[in-house]
């Protein structure tokens, strides 16, 4: 947990509320998505099939599989309907004025 650090990976003028986008931070590819809660950052790839959520649709604090439509919970990363039974890793942000950082954990 100590090598936690935040890196700025987008600003709040690209990703205005009710947009999703990927960053690629670390080696992983990572969805960002900003609801009325705030910006979360989550796994872009979904935990059911090879599929980038990113592609997909976000309503509220769900993210739908533009493959077989299974939801996530923007907000933690919990699966939320099937096909997907298993959550999504979920990462710390920070928002900064206009950036937006967040925290890998190796
Ligand atoms: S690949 Fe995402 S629900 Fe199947």
Do not use: W
Not at 4 to 24: H, I, K, T, W, Y
Not at 37 to 51: K, M, P, Q, R, S
Not at 65 to 77: E, S, T, W
């Amino acid at each position: 947990m100590s090598n936690d650090e935040f890196v700025q990976v987008a600003s709040l003028a690209n990703l205005p509320q009710g947009r999703c986008a990927a960053v690629a931070v670390a080696d992983r590819e990572i969805l960002l998505c900003h609801t009325a809660d705030g910006v979360f950052a989550l796994d872009n790839l979904c935990t059911h099939g090879a599929a980038r959520l990113c592609e997909g649709k976000l309503k509220g604090n769900r993210v739908l599989c533009p493959l077989h439509g299974a939801a996530f919970d923007v907000r933690d990363g919990s699966a939320l309907s099937r096909p997907a039974v298993r959550g999504l890793a979920s990462y710390r942000v920070k928002v900064t004025g206009d950036a937006i950082a967040i925290a890998v954990t190796d």
